[in-house]
């Protein structure tokens, strides 16, 4: 059984990427990160898919990395700063796709699933859901660029810096959802967005789309880059094996 799915809606034209690790808080592991990848890649390719829909299993999007990957790497960080950069990687491929990809995040998006809803298209909320940069807790720097563009400075800082969880419904009238609905509302508003995308020129929209990742590239790049470089000196800081061990033992890190 694969841990990550595809289903086709024939008549809106969309499909449905799902990671299903509900047991895993739908973890990304190494292979999941791989399958999102080529997945979205092969379905963007089908011209009869006009959006694609992200979503996770049973109530949860993501808790973003899994941390028995960093802790079987955590002596190793080369193979870590790999797994990283492995995230980007997948954020890349997705905004590369020239259809439209539509977040539905249906409730829990932490770390690297807080980054998957921040690099789709268009996100549309439940007011069980929740955004979380938890990055810090593991001792590497939270992927903070596109938070900031889409909720503000101010905000971003304060997540980031805390490792704070952001309630979807207390941003429900900032644009960083598209929609907040109630969870029995939200496929009928991932529908009706895909629905809608779906009557449009398949080419307009795909320059579109095109033209706003080109609109702040340059910015996030620059961002990007320099993350990367401190996550280099943060993996091998005591911190992170720190972090990573206290976080797996269920127990508050002791930082010397």
């Not at 694969?2 to 190494?30: E, K």
């Not at 900031?148 to 979807?168: D, N, Q, S, Y």
Request: with cysteine.
């Amino acid at each position: 059984m694969t841990d990550v799915t595809v289903s086709h809606d024939d008549a809106d034209r969309f499909a449905t990427v799902t990671i299903d690790r509900p047991d895993a808080g739908n973890a990304m592991s190494p292979a999941v990160i791989a399958d999102l990848g080529e997945l979205i890649e092969a379905t963007a390719a089908d011209d009869a898919v006009r959006s694609i829909v992200v979503t996770g299993a049973d109530g949860t999007f993501s808790a973003g990395a899994d941390v028995d990957v960093f802790a079987a790497r955590a002596d190793d960080p080369d193979a870590v700063i790999d797994y990283l950069d492995s995230f980007s990687e997948l954020y890349a491929r997705m905004e590369g796709v020239s259809v439209p990809i539509i977040g539905r995040v249906n409730g829990p998006a932490y770390g690297g699933g807080y980054e998957l809803a921040m690099a789709c298209d268009v996100r549309i909320a439940s007011t069980d859901a929740e955004l979380c940069p938890a990055e810090l807790r593991m001792g590497i720097v939270p992927p903070f660029e596109r938070l900031a563009m889409e909720l503000g400075e101010g905000p971003a800082r304060e997540l980031c810096f805390t490792g704070g969880v952001l309630e979807a419904e207390a941003v429900a009238d900032t644009g960083l959802f598209s929609r907040v609905v109630a969870p029995d509302r939200l496929d009928d508003a991932v529908r009706d967005i895909a629905s809608r995308i779906a009557a449009r020129s398949p080419n307009a929209v795909a320059q579109t789309k095109r033209a706003m990742i080109r609109h702040r590239a340059d910015e996030l790049a620059r961002g990007q880059a320099y993350r990367h470089a401190l996550d280099e000196q943060c993996v091998r800081h005591p911190d992170f094996a720190e972090s990573v061990a206290a976080f797996r033992e269920g127990r508050d890190p002791d930082y010397e």
